[in-house]
Nanobody
Framework: QVQLVESGGGLVQAGGSLRLSCVASGSIFSFNTMGWCRQAPGKQRELVATITSVSATNYSDSVKGRFTISRSIAKNTVYLQMDDLKPEDTAVYYC?????????WGQGTQVTVSS
């Protein structure tokens, strides 16, 4: 059974930075894609960033140039470095992973950006 555990959320002022971590219960090498989504109150969950098994990355237009996704196979961890945070980045951030057509989700971590 795959478990994904996020950490690193918190309260930060606009313009600040946070780094989210997502630790998987097993090797992340077997996942086709891992990524981060977020959901703000009253809004639909949206894709933020993804990284594939060959480390190709993709970002939503709203975070491109400010967020960076990376991974450490040795640590079974995917990271989301978030810089120049804006109040509109406030949301619960969820880690996700896909393998052989199945999708897995973490429990989420709250990020709050004050103006």
């Amino acid at each position: 059974q795959v478990q994904l555990v996020e950490s690193g959320g918190g309260l930060v002022q606009a313009g600040g930075s946070l780094r989210l971590s997502c630790v998987a219960s097993g090797s992340i090498f077997s996942f086709n894609t891992m990524g981060w989504c977020r959901q703000a109150p009253g809004k639909q969950r949206e894709l933020v960033a993804t990284i594939t098994s060959v480390s190709a990355t993709n970002y939503s237009d709203s975070v491109k140039g400010r967020f960076t996704i990376s991974r450490s196979i040795a640590k079974n961890t995917v990271y989301l470095q978030m810089d120049d945070l804006k109040p509109e980045d406030t949301a619960v951030y969820y880690c996700n992973a896909s393998r052989s057509g199945r999708y897995y989700w973490g429990q989420g971590t709250q990020v709050t950006v004050s103006s």
